[in-house]
């Protein structure tokens, strides 16, 4: 085991206890995982993120065969297709996260469009930016899997890449280019779904704000 899988073993294990001590995943909902050069690292299935062993997560091959640990999590099959399809236009993907969190899954339950939420609050844009509403599959759904990565590779092909699609009645999937960096993009999209539910008639922001912050910090919208 080299070091650098010793990190995302590490890391992996600090960013699910603290999603799960502030509330962002609660029992064992949720998952995380790690694309390594040989492989990837993935939470054990029925797992509480907030009391994994770095030493007991699942390590699986580059085929998604189980080589070390815990058995994985059912979802590999979700995240090695959200992996494909988003290294096709960012190739530094490297971790994805699931949650069922609380105020993404109250939003979804009730949405009606393409997308989980409009463009409300500026760094909603730059950080998350758009969150494709996916049509409701069963936990573990190939199909979901398929359809996550349409959306994706959908999203580049017009030129906006994504890095959240929203799955109804289950939670968000989240990408970066960290486990650090994928729970802030997740800490963004929940905090404004709560915004959204606390003040449903919000007003989007103007075109003209939106331009703004493309133009400024480079905003994917």
Known sequence: MNLIE???????CRVGRSLFERGHVHATAGNISVRLDDGFLITPTDACLGFLDPA???KLDLQGQQVSGDKGSKTIALHRQIYDAACEHS???RCVIHTHSTHC??????????ELLPPITPYFVM???HVPLARYHRPGSPDAA???AALIRQHAAKGIPIRAVMLPRLGPNVWHDSPAAAMATLEELEETARLMLLQPDTPPLLAT???DLR???GARW
């Open 6 to 12: 010793n990190q995302a073993r590490e890391e992996i």
């Open 56 to 58: 007991r997560l699942a």
């Open 91 to 93: 190739p530094d993907t």
């Open 105 to 114: 899954v109250a939003l979804s339950l009730n949405a009606h469009g393409p």
């Open 127 to 129: 950080k998350v930016g």
């Open 146 to 148: 398929r359809e996550v």
């Open 209 to 211: 704000d939106l331009d």
């Open 215 to 217: 133009q400024t910090f």
